[in-house]
T-cell receptor, first 114, second 112 residues
Framework: AQSVTQLDSHVSVSEGTPVLLRCNYS??????LFWYVQHPNKGLQLLLK??????LVKGINGFEAEFKKSETSFHLTKPSAHMSDAAEYFC????????????FGTGTRLKVLA | EAQVTQNPRYLITVTGKKLTVTCSQN?????MSWYRQDPGLGLRQIYY???????DKGDVPEGYKVSRKEKRNFPLILESPSPNQTSLYFC???????????FGSGTRLTVV
């Protein structure tokens, strides 16, 4: 069965410092992996997507994520946090079995301190 | 502009009073889905549709109905809402399996 675990429900960083949001997945096959961001009172916006091409995926707003099969991880990083990055972030896995059923992590709320 | 439109954005209703949340997309997407978002639980799929007249249950379908009579519309129906259906609901659409979803802005439902 497919599953995804976001290891931290809340992360706080100071503005200008690096961001690390952790995601581990469980999959019998090579999955597709996504990161979505949800700003307060907004819908979900795609940050980046991994689909078995390059293991380092660059997304919007300076975010990137690295797929590590040996660690079954897909952590999201950004070198320097901005106040506008404060939001909730969701790691999502899609099994490759011909279904478009998304499996969402429980989310990580990122707080950026001035 | 390509978008998924949900209405209403906010709704307060009473237990047992039937309601419908509408969802419409203008991208000619085949796949549409409804999710509910609850604190600490992430998003859970309620129902999805792979095309007109093709719908199936997600992880938490109890108490909900859907229909897909036209490609662009995918309404969510609560025949007899209960307080445990108080939640934030998202409609989403996608052009292909494994492809990105486009999400609506959400409907915050409160059942008292």
């Amino acid at each position: 069965a497919q599953s995804v675990t976001q290891l931290d429900s809340h992360v706080s960083v100071s503005e200008g410092t690096p961001v690390l949001l952790r995601c581990n997945y469980s999959s019998s096959y090579s999955p597709s992996l996504f990161w979505y961001v949800q700003h307060p009172n907004k819908g979900l916006q795609l940050l980046l997507k991994y689909t078995s091409a390059a293991t380092l995926v660059k997304g919007i707003n300076g975010f990137e994520a690295e797929f590590k099969k040996s660690e079954t991880s897909f952590h999201l990083t950004k070198p320097s946090a901005h106040m506008s990055d404060a939001a909730e972030y969701f790691c999502v896995v899609i099994p490759p079995s011909g279904t478009y059923k998304y499996i969402f992590g429980t989310g990580t709320r990122l707080k950026v301190l001035a | 502009e390509a978008q998924v439109t949900q209405n209403p954005r906010y709704l307060i209703t009473v237990t047992g009073k039937k309601l419908t949340v509408t969802c419409s997309q203008n991208m000619n997407h085949e796949y549409m889905s409804w999710y509910r978002q609850d604190p600490g639980l992430g998003l859970r799929q309620i129902y999805y549709s792979m095309n007109v007249e093709v719908t199936d249950k997600g992880d938490v379908p109890e108490g909900y109905k859907v229909s897909r009579k036209e490609k662009r519309n995918f309404p969510l129906i609560l025949e007899s809402p209960s307080p445990n259906q108080t939640s934030l609901y998202f409609c989403a659409s996608s052009s292909d399996m494994g492809n990105r979803y486009t999400f609506g802005s959400g409907t915050r439902l409160t059942v008292v």
